[in-house]
């Protein structure tokens, strides 16, 4: 009689995936991230246990957007005063803060509970090429 294996804490290895964001499309980079960092990606995977790796993602300033998107894609704020809704383009975004369009990409894509939150904190987003993660010997992240 077989039981149905579900993971825990003690049975979870976690590793380290670096990925180079320079010419990728948002969207695509941003799901198979999402899938690392939730550990869809593994066999033990286990929907309400954090049995995903860390993920390393360097070049954020060069993420790709295809089509008009670059100047249509808005993100948006709110300061919660009466009429304080700020706007901004992607354009704008990623030259104000390339790190925050890939972490809120990828925040989309994840759980909204405290595992979701908990997953996030996984993620190293850097804007240059370099990253001070080479101690944890990161593999490739194939995108």
């Known amino acids: ?18 990925v180079s964001a320079r010419g990728k499309p948002l969207g695509r980079l941003a799901a198979r991230i999402a ?4 550990g869809k990606h593994k066999a033990i995977f286990t929907p309400h246990v954090d049995c995903g790796d860390f993920v390393v993602v360097t070049d954020a300033e060069k993420v790709l957007l295809t089509g008009t998107k670059l100047d249509k894609k808005m993100y948006h704020r709110h300061t919660r005063y009466p ?8 354009r704008q975004f990623i030259a104000r803060d390339p ?3 890939i ?10 509970n405290k595992l979701g939150r908990k997953l996030l904190t996984k993620l190293r ?7 001070p993660h080479e101690a944890q010997q990161p593999k490739a992240l194939d995108v």
């Open 1 to 18: 009689m077989q039981k149905t294996f579900s993971a825990n804490k003690s049975n979870v290895e976690r590793g380290w995936y670096v």
């Open 35 to 38: 899938a690392v960092l939730r």
């Open 83 to 90: 009429g304080g809704l700020k706007s901004m383009n992607y």
């Open 99 to 101: 790190v925050g369009v």
């Open 103 to 112: 972490m809120k990409a990828v925040r989309g894509m994840l759980p909204k």
């Open 125 to 131: 987003v850097y804007s240059g090429s370099e990253h």
